[in-house]
């Protein structure tokens, strides 16, 4: 089995770094102007550029989306971009409208093109139309079930890309009005509120300011509340139907989703053509997939019939990590790290290291950088922990939040 090629999402240029250092084989990001996800982070001209860059250094892909349903006022920015792109060279552009396309077809020949999940591509005549139209790869509208990407695959030769894990819209791929509706911030601008996963109250017309809730239980109702995407356990089934790229939803998301989300797939799709080792990987997998925030986990519209997408009473896991620093060298048992948060002798770490997964252990040694002692550091400091063995310069380490 062909190992598909890992991607993952780069809010920034921080939560880039982080995940090509857990193992993406490829990075998404855009600028936000451009890329329907309008607070995702900055990538103006000069950090697309050195996102390139830093990712090309590391044998790394990068894709730049250019996915906005542009309007006619849109164009001469798109011109402009398109002419950053060719210089720039990244290796493909996320183009959903059919005139972006053109655009990108005449403008920058040498850009390969990989059509959004945002064109809803959801037939095998539509794949083939885009392949015809001379794009490098189609990203699996989120609606197909595994047989109907099986059928796409069958008759086409273009590569196929699908999402396998992340945030999902309940909306027909992210077409939606009510964020637009309710918020006046448009999901097909990138600026969605969520607004589905609100708690609504029903008002009768005569009595103003009387809400009368809408209940499914004690906690309220979630008419609208998706579960989260995770295909953990199908990867090699989704390779065996014919998909080549496994995407990682969660541009918006911090760090620490985008550096742990990554390490657990890269360690499952390095696995993918060794059956016994990935089944028996699979509880640890799924135990540390609990730790990024989530609505509980759904496998989506893949199997039908599976009715597990909708989370009606709101609850999930949101644990109370977050990342403490970043290793900057390891000195014989020491690890000297960059401090993001405030760290304190007593309190919980783990390092993110393959093989280090769940041994939070206290902090009982914290020293300065010229290797006095200390019970506490703020962020931006450098200091001095002792180092599980196997850590490695740019593994991150996380904090359980103090009660
Ligand atoms: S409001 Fe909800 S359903 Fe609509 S686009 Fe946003 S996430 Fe999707």
Redesign the pocket.
Known sequence: MKKPELLSPAGDLDRMKAAIHYGADAVYLGDPKFSLRNRAGKFGPDGLAEAVRYSHERGVKVYVTVNIFARNSDLPDIRDQISLLNDIKPDAVIVSDPGVFTMFREKAPGIDIHVSTQANITNAESARFWEKMGARRLIMARELSIEEIRGIAGETDIELEAFVHG?V???YS??????SF?ASRG??TGE??????WKYALMEEKRPGEYFPVMEDERGAYV?N?RDLCLIDHLPLLVSAGVTGFKIEGRMKGIHYAAGVTKVYREAVDQINDPKNYQASLARWHSELSYYGNRGYTTGLLFPGKEDLYNFTGEGEFPEAEIAGTVLEIKGNLAKVLLRSKLALGDNIEFMTSGCEGHFASVGSLKHEDGISAVSAQADETVLLEALPGVRKGDLIRKLATK
């Open positions: 945030a819209c309940l909306s992210g077409k939606c009005y009510l964020s309710m999901a097909n969605c509120t969520n607004s589905c996963r609208m998706s």
